[in-house]
């Protein structure tokens, strides 16, 4: 079944609560005060059944100039709005600074009602009606619906049920796939049950039994008990108005602009990159570093902020901005917020929330501003700034998910178009930017080639290092990507090197002739393996030359290192271990001093060898002897 909230709007003492009450039998003035005084001070609620039978609920606001904070809370989640102007009075101040509320909160659908309908004459009603139409012009009340309605007489009333029927078939559902979240405009205690809280659902689902997170404070609690209107549930979706009854904390930690939301689901933020709208008709300027005060939700604070386009906006201008917090504000990436100058008390503005955990931004920055106007476009360009921005950590889908606060279907969805139109890459599960991969690329290809160019002996750069130089912000994700490149062709992978696909080690005209020296020089000693010091030593001035080509050809198998510190030329370690092996045709034992004999070397360099047989598990020492560890051949 759809959810949906239908709110009320418009001037004080326009008769938006006896219209509530004339659609739906409820008298949503419950303080003694609003009673006395006529207004409506709190926001109230109630069940509406429509004639088809669809369910929906109604939040009456009030319209006083100085209770607007108020008319901000119960205008969160609103889905269709009745926009009240009495017919004895017509379009007010009031009515205008709800309508531009209305309006930044991103509202699109709505009715326009003309209460008191009785109280005016038909010349009167019609120039009401008249001036109300010039007064909504270019808003998204410009061709809604406008009906007279008396509260008192009915007059018009099914009219107006029937109207919000039409309007709410057409309404779309609220996204499900979201992270539930409640925004708090009720806190209290029951006593038998404990901690109460209400508001209105506004994403996703919750169900009795499930933990959740209190917003700022962190603090986790448990879904106890779960009412709509009165009515228990054991599941709630968004567009409900929803009582919630939580275990495993006190009442004292909550209150009017915490969030209830699934865990881990909200950012927290003291600095928010915004894209700010002035309302057309505000009669004040936001400057450079204005304080105003900033409603999201059911909360209210204090920021300072900071244009990014310019110095000044006036009405109906608009620019990007970074506003700064003296307390966390707790919201989710494009969220809708609006603005107020508190001396002189009044609306100027609003927009919607484009980064929680901005940075220190640049003014007059082309590509700040470039990034802030792809994250205020629609969902694939939000979606594809929110990939470039995670850079190689190759963000999930379930992340941008909890971050965006966009519905999951819609983030599905974009991620698809833009990994088939080659804007994005899927790697494992994770998403990057075509356009950062490819940067990667470049300075991966010139990092091997500079590599190559050095170290033109080694079959490539230590994977370590290739990690350490070229995702030092991401180091989660390195294997990945290099596994990636790999299988596009552009690098090769050597068990704990990589190279550039196609690169074949070799030697230059100077390092062949080192390598002749080195093997001529490794064959003059023969079985006499000369210390790595007396090999560096041989060759002086040329010492680094000599290692790179030894390291080489130790690699191809040219020359055997006995030990760390001992090489001979691998031919004569053959001919060591053929005649080692030799030794064992008819005796089961060979001793030091016989091999020692039979290769014609001291007591030192046939140790060197032994070891080594041990160590590559061919013999062992057995008392004064060796023996095979596996049979010959």
């Not at 030990?563 to 045709?585: I, P, R, W």
Request: aromatic share 6%; charged share 25%; proline share 3%.
């Amino acid at each position: 079944m759809k959810h949906l909230v239908i709110g009320t709007a418009g001037h004080v003492d326009h008769g938006k609560t006896c219209l509530t009450k004339a659609l739906t039998g409820v008298d949503t003035d419950r303080l003694k005060e609003e009673h006395k005084r006529g207004i409506t001070i709190e926001i109230g609620f109630a069940q509406l059944t429509l004639p088809n039978g669809q369910t929906a609920s109604i939040v009456d606001v009030p319209g006083h100039e100085k209770l607007i904070r108020n008319m901000l809370v119960g205008a969160t989640g609103i889905d269709v709005v009745l926009l009240v102007v009495a017919a004895d009075e017509g379009f007010m101040p009031q009515t205008r600074e709800h309508l531009d509320i209305l309006t930044l909160l991103n509202v699109k659908n709505g009715i326009i009602v003309l209460t008191k309908s009785d109280m005016a004459d038909s010349e009167w009603l019609e120039a009401v009606m008249e001036d109300t139409r010039e007064n909504v012009k270019g808003s998204f009340l410009e061709n809604a619906p406008m009906i007279p309605v008396s509260a008192y007489t009915g007059a018009g009333i099914d009219e107006l049920k029937n109207a919000i029927v039409t309007m709410v078939e057409a309404s779309p559902s609220r996204p499900s796939d979201r992270p539930f979240r409640l925004p708090v405009d009720r806190a209290f205690s029951i006593k038998g049950f404990g901690t109460v809280v209400t508001g209105t659902l506004v994403d996703g689902t919750v169900q009795t039994g499930d933990t959740v997170m209190i917003y700022p404070e962190g603090r986790q609690a448990r879904v106890r008990e779960l009412q709509n209107h009165d009515t228990k549930q054991n599941e709630v979706e968004a567009g409900m108005r929803v009582a919630m009854n939580l275990s495993g904390i006190d009442r004292k930690e909550l209150s009017r602009g915490c969030t209830v939301a699934a865990p881990d689901s909200m950012l927290l933020s003291r600095q928010i990159a915004v894209h700010l709208q002035m309302t057309k008709d505000s009669p004040y300027k936001v400057k450079n570093s204005s304080t105003v005060h900033f409603y999201e939700g059911t909360q209210e604070k204090v920021c300072k902020v900071r244009l990014l386009g310019t110095d000044e906006l006036g009405p109906g201008e608009s620019d990007y901005a970074v506003l700064t917090f003296k307390e966390a504000v707790t919201a989710r990436n494009f969220d809708r917020f609006i603005i107020r100058f508190f001396s002189p008390m009044t609306t100027v503005g609003g927009g919607v929330i484009l980064d929680m955990k901005t940075k220190r931004l640049k003014r007059e920055d082309p590509r700040t501003l470039e990034r802030l106007g792809r994250l205020a476009s629609d969902t694939d360009e939000r979606v594809w700034q929110m990939v470039d921005d995670a850079n190689m950590a190759l963000i999930r889908e379930d992340e941008l998910i909890s971050v965006s606060g966009l519905a999951a279907s819609g983030v599905r969805a974009s991620l698809e178009r833009l990994v088939k139109s080659g804007k994005a890459v899927c790697i494992r599960g994770g998403y990057v930017t075509k356009g950062a991969l490819d940067a990667l690329w470049v300075k991966a290809e010139e990092l091997l080639r500079s590599y190559h160019e050095q170290q033109s002996l080694t079959d490539g750069i230590q994977l370590g290092e290739l990690r350490e130089k070229l995702f030092s912000s991401a180091p989660k994700t390195a294997d990945a990507v290099l596994n990636y490149f790999a299988q596009q062709g552009k690098l090769s992978l050597n068990g704990s090197s990589a190279s550039l696909a196609g690169f074949q080690s070799g030697f230059t005209p100077e390092q062949e002739q080192m390598r002749e020296e080195l093997e001529k020089y490794y064959r003059d000693c023969g079985f006499e393996a000369p210390l790595n010091t007396e090999a560096a030593e041989h060759f002086g001035d040329r010492v680094k030359l000599y290692r790179q080509v030894a390291s080489r050809m130790l690699r191809d198998g040219t020359l055997t290192a006995l030990n760390t510190q001992y090489v001979v030329h691998s031919e004569y370690c053959q001919k060591a271990l053929d005649t080692f092996l030799g030794m064992f045709d008819n005796s089961d034992t060979a001793t030091l001093g016989d091999f020692r004999t039979k290769i014609g070397v001291s007591r030192k360099y046939a140790q060197q060898f032994l070891d080594y047989f041990d160590s590559r598990r061919i013999s062992k020492l057995v008392g004064d002897s060796r023996v095979l560890l596996k049979p010959k051949g």
